[in-house]
């Protein structure tokens, strides 16, 4: 059994990887994520004992932004930097 997410993440998706390894998760993360608007705040979810370095690699390696993480969930905003100061949205947990 899991824990739950962190209550205080405020996120607009989800995505469960499931029990795939890290690399098939990325590459469904990739296909899922490729719709959504810059500055959403998804919730990668993945059992696989890699995650903890996967998922910050990828974010580096991506430009998203990996804001928490509290292993199987990594709370990431897509491409931040594409949003104009603006258009920022204030989330509340």
């Known amino acids: 059994m899991r824990a739950d997410i962190p209550s205080s993440w405020a996120f607009d998706d ?3 990887g499931g029990e795939e390894t890290c690399g098939r998760v990325i590459i469904n993360l990739h296909t899922y994520v490729r719709g ?3 500055g959403t705040r998804i919730v990668l979810i993945s059992e696989d ?3 903890p370095v996967e998922f910050p690699a990828w974010c ?3 430009r998203n932004a ?3 993480m509290a ?3 990594y ?3 897509l491409k931040p930097h594409l949003v104009p100061d603006g258009d920022k ?3 509340h947990g």
């Open 14 to 16: 989800e995505f469960d």
């Open 36 to 38: 959504l608007a810059p």
């Open 49 to 51: 004992p890699a995650a």
């Open 60 to 62: 580096r390696m991506t």
């Open 66 to 68: 990996l804001l928490d």
């Open 71 to 73: 292993h199987p969930y």
């Open 75 to 77: 709370l990431v905003e």
């Open 89 to 91: 949205e204030t989330r």
